[in-house]
Nanobody, 114 residues
Framework: VQLQASGGGLVQAGGSLSLSCAAS????????MRWYRQAPGKQRELVAG???????TYADSVKGRFTISRDNVKKMMYLQMNSLKPEDTAVYYC?????????WGNGTQVTVSS
């Protein structure tokens, strides 16, 4: 299993970005997928998660601003980020767990300027 995140960039506060995570390889039973982020000098934190059936969870800090979604046929996961704040600046990672193995994608940098 490989995960490839993309879509990061530089945006002004209040702007929007859309991240994508493409999964490849053998993906069985649409495992839950998650977005994490890690800001400089901070621990990696959970941003949002989506189950195989589409149930979603969000960190309190992004509720109402970010929307996670997935397309099981295309093996894709998305994160629509609106009303971005400077504190959203971080490297964003996607992951999934399958058969007890945790897979991480590469990171994509999101920078929000004030």
């Amino acid at each position: 299993v490989q995960l490839q995140a993309s879509g990061g960039g530089l945006v002004q506060a209040g702007g929007s970005l859309s991240l994508s995570c493409a999964a490849s390889g053998r993906i069985d039973d649409s495992p839950a997928m998650r977005w994490y982020r890690q800001a400089p000098g901070k621990q990696r934190e959970l941003v949002a998660g989506v189950s195989g059936g589409g149930d979603t969870t969000y960190a309190d800090s992004v509720k109402g601003r970010f929307t996670i979604s997935r397309d099981n046929v295309k093996k894709m996961m998305y994160l629509q980020m609106n009303s971005l704040k400077p504190e959203d600046t971080a490297v964003y990672y996607c992951n999934l767990v399958q058969y007890g193995v945790l897979y991480w994608g590469n990171g994509t940098q999101v920078t929000v300027s004030s």
